[in-house]
């Protein structure tokens, strides 16, 4: 399936190796991974949270780091002693979820970062099967909901919601990782923050599942950027979850077209735009108005040139008085350089009525629809707006709504990727699981029919089983 996929679309994948028998390795998945996906497949994830197996069962409760160190040896002789297994630097590690280990220490003593397991020498022993280094995170929690636990009792949802309108949340969840990222990077390694959301244990209604998520996930996911981590993956889950980017319909495809996009989905929309397809961007976290956390802001540069620029607002303000305008300098004279601001800038906006919103949610005026009424096509026109600059004061003003994000594309090579149309391809279903019962209408029949009177149905009593009369 995941081959046909890429076969359409350019997907890539990550896959897991399996981690719960040590004893005896599994490793047919990344033998057919391998060989079904090709330059398609990203890596292996090599044990989940690991730092959380005690815990939770999996492991006596006095697994710590270094029994992590030792299982991770185990598997590294067996992926090296398979032969269906080419490429022997593909595995993904740590993934710990932090604040775990080492379990020698208080509880309220363990770092968040993975320190611990950095300081078992894993990298510089396993490096030869490391593709990549990675975390896992989430701002907040919610699992008192599914396991109930006195000390952890459901939160109320009034009290978390500011969590995810302001920049400080961004700031203070990665601040524990800006020592792993930089070790990284002297390491070589790519550092990936392998599954995050809103909150973990599915998230939380009426607040997961709205547009301040949506505007969360768009400052959190460029924060990582700014913090050089080199990606992300948004968690997702079953019909349940409010912090779902997407959920499939609730009943058979064949015969409903009935999936619902989440707002973060949105913001994976918007990074991707942000950070565009030169594999040469760099971000930077500009904390402009005096770093007012309501309203921070991002520059990305690509091949060392101002590209995009990218203003949030916070603010939940259906009147306008929190709309604010931010204004765009490039060069002058206080820098010594020449003006650089250009003729125009193109702005796509990602708008909703207020945080609370859930469904009226869109990009550059086009949505994807409301609940139970996504295709996977954008409704409505997109509106990508042209705002004229002033360019012998060097300035050009860029509204931002409350709330609301614009994505403000800046150099020639980003306004004419902004303007571009865009090319959409779709797939028609090859396989179909209901076939009985789809007799079809023609709606015009339909719409002038008075159907059957009591007296004609007498005689037509039937039953609707297949095969039945």
């Known amino acids: 399936m995941l081959g046909n996929v890429s076969s359409l679309i350019n997907a890539h994948w990550y896959l897991g190796v399996p981690f719960n028998d040590t004893a005896n390795w599994r490793l047919e998945i990344a033998e057919l991974a391998e060989a079904v996906l090709g330059d398609r497949l990203l890596g292996f994830q ?89 975390v896992e995170r989430y701002p907040d929690q919610n699992c008192g909901v599914i396991w109930p636990d006195p000390n952890d009792p459901p939160k109320n949802l009034i009290d978390v919601f500011p969590e995810y309108l302001t920049h400080q949340t961004s700031l203070d969840t990665i601040g524990p990782y800006l020592n792993s990222t930089m070790l990284a990077q002297g390491w070589g390694k790519p550092f990936l923050m392998f599954e995050t959301n809103t909150a973990s244990c599915g998230g939380f209604m009426g607040v997961s599942d709205s547009f301040a998520a949506a505007l969360f996930g768009v400052d959190w996911a460029m924060q990582l950027a700014n913090g050089n981590f080199t990606g992300a993956l948004f968690h997702a889950g079953g019909q349940n979850v409010a912090y779902n980017p997407f959920t499939a319909p609730p009943t058979n495809e064949s015969a409903f077209h009935q999936w619902t996009i989440g707002p973060i989905f949105y913001s994976s929309i918007v990074v991707a735009e942000a950070l565009g397809t030169s594999n040469t961007s760099r971000v930077k976290d500009i904390f402009p108005n005096n770093g007012d956390p309501h309203t921070p802001a991002y520059a990305v540069y690509e091949n060392d040139q101002l590209a995009r620029l990218l203003l949030i607002n916070f603010l939940d303000d259906p009147s306008g008085a929190n709309d604010y305008t931010a204004t765009l300098n490039i060069g002058g004279q206080q820098f010594g350089e020449a003006n650089a601001v250009p003729a125009q800038v193109k702005v796509k906006y990602l708008s909703a009525p207020s945080v609370s919103e859930k469904d009226n949610i869109t990009w550059a005026g086009q949505t994807l629809g409301a609940r139970f009424q996504v295709d996977g096509r954008w409704k409505g026109d997109e509106n990508v707006q042209t705002i004229q600059c002033n360019q012998g004061a060097n300035t050009c003003d860029i509204k931002v709504p409350a709330p609301g994000i614009a994505l403000v594309f800046v150099s020639d090579a980003a306004q004419q990727l902004a303007a571009a149309s865009q090319s959409i391809a779709t797939f028609p279903t090859t396989v179909i699981t209901k076939t009985a019962n789809t007799v079809s209408v023609d709606p015009s029949v339909l719409a002038t029919s008075n159907g059957n009177n009591g007296k004609s149905r007498a005689n037509r009593i039937g039953g609707t089983s297949q095969g039945g009369a």
């Open 46 to 134: 090599a044990g989940n949270e690991p730092d959380l197996y005690g815990s939770h069962g999996h492991r006596p409760t006095t697994y710590s780091e270094w029994d992590y160190f030792g299982e991770f040896s185990l598997l590294t002789q067996a992926y090296g002693n398979d032969t269906k297994i080419t490429n022997k630097k593909s595995l993904i590690a740590p993934s710990t979820a932090g604040h775990n280990w080492p379990v020698d220490l208080d509880y309220n003593s363990r770092p968040f970062g993975p320190e611990p397991v950095w300081d078992t020498g894993f990298v510089q022993a396993y490096d030869q099967f490391l593709s990549a280094l990675a």
